[in-house]
């Protein structure tokens, strides 16, 4: 009887912490990844400006690819008070050696003029309690206070571009 009372109490609390972690707006800190050298690199204009954060898992990387596609053509994801950049998340993609996604990336942030870092240990869902985010395209907005105040994981329906479009707008 007591231990049905332990895995109960254990449970009711691993589900409080769930829900917890998706609570927005909520603070979080800056991290350290990696940039596409592999040298040790923090989050850009963390403080100073709003960011936007594309956190893909390589394995889906054209997840929502009309979307980026859209935001890199029309310049919306930067701004006076916005950056916009990509995180890879490759620890949750093992079938593709991180040297080459890395080398891919900095291909084509040649031509697009984009910043990528890398994520090789699952450091920012971890820090930030974003939870699984394996296969998916996750989408963030933190504010200059440090706070996430969106997050969107996996593919984005019209409705849910509309809606990041009307969260998004007063942290241009």
Known sequence: ????????????????????????????????LLNLEGKPARLPYWGEKNLMIFYVDPDRHKQNNDFTVEMEEKHLAEGEN???????????????????????????TAKNGATVLADQNRVLSESWNLGDC??????????????LVYMHKGVLSEEDIAEFYRVLEPYK
């Open 1 to 32: 009887m007591k231990c049905k009372t332990i895995l109960l109490a254990l449970f009711g609390l691993l589900g409080w912490a769930a829900v917890n972690a998706q609570t927005l707006p909520r603070k979080v800190s800056n991290i350290e």
């Open 82 to 108: 916005l950056f916009g950049f990509g995180v890879m998340n490759l620890a949750d993609a093992p079938m593709i050696p991180n040297g080459m996604a890395r080398s891919m990336a900095r291909k084509r």
């Open 134 to 147: 394996n296969n998916q395209f996750v989408l963030l907005l933190v504010n200059k206070e440090g706070e």
